[in-house]
């Protein structure tokens, strides 16, 4: 090959490298739309509107209680990345995942593996992708840790938006069961549960009680948003 044409070639592949992560991150803020001048998913101003929230914690059992991180409580800018879900926006999931990572103490967490919460599979038909695998995608490969997908929905339950807290726990109740072999890898590590969103806490609280029959050392929820 000729000398001159490799810095050419250099010079092709990385600008079809700087195109395909264009496809990721967007040139413009996710919430405002306002034109970026760095490689960031919300603009400096809608990123400031996110206020940090307090870790929460769920009684799981007499004994038990696991501790909940959220990137914020349910309201925009979040809260519309949530919802970009239903419009099939497949990279909202990676997004929050990046939000985590960037704005939330997820970094110094005991972890081993993380777990998304699975959707019941006929909606992840009709969906054609789980938004909390999304974010598990991105926050286990930050962590350099495997995504482990060991809990399924064995019911299909009822939307939990319109039912009192007493209706959502009983919805949910024996939702979820483990799947997969040699579950004995997980008995006594660091395991993340990652969804969307708690709203009373009763889906997490379902398939963190699941979760439990394998002995975990301990489980953390991490969730893109809290309703407070
Ligand atoms: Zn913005």
Known sequence: MEKSFIPFIKQTIASL????SHLVLPCCCTYCKQLLYQRTILCDACLAMIR???SGSIQLTTTRSIKVIALSAYKDPVRR???????????????LGQLIWDLTHFATIQADYIVPIPLHWSRYAKRGFNQAEQMSRVLAKKRTIPMAKI???VRK????????AT????????AFELVGGNLERYKHKHIILVDDLMTTGSTIKAAARTLLAVQPASITVVVAARVV
């Open 167 to 174: 209706e959502r726990q009983s919805n949910v109740q024996q």
């Open 52 to 54: 940090p929230i307090v």
């Open 81 to 95: 990345l949530i919802l970009a879900k239903r419009w099939s926006d497949i990279q909202a999931g990676a997004q």
């Open 151 to 153: 809990i399924k929905r």
């Open 157 to 164: 339950t009822k939307f939990q938006a319109g039912l009192s």
């Open 17 to 20: 490298l700087k195109a395909a």
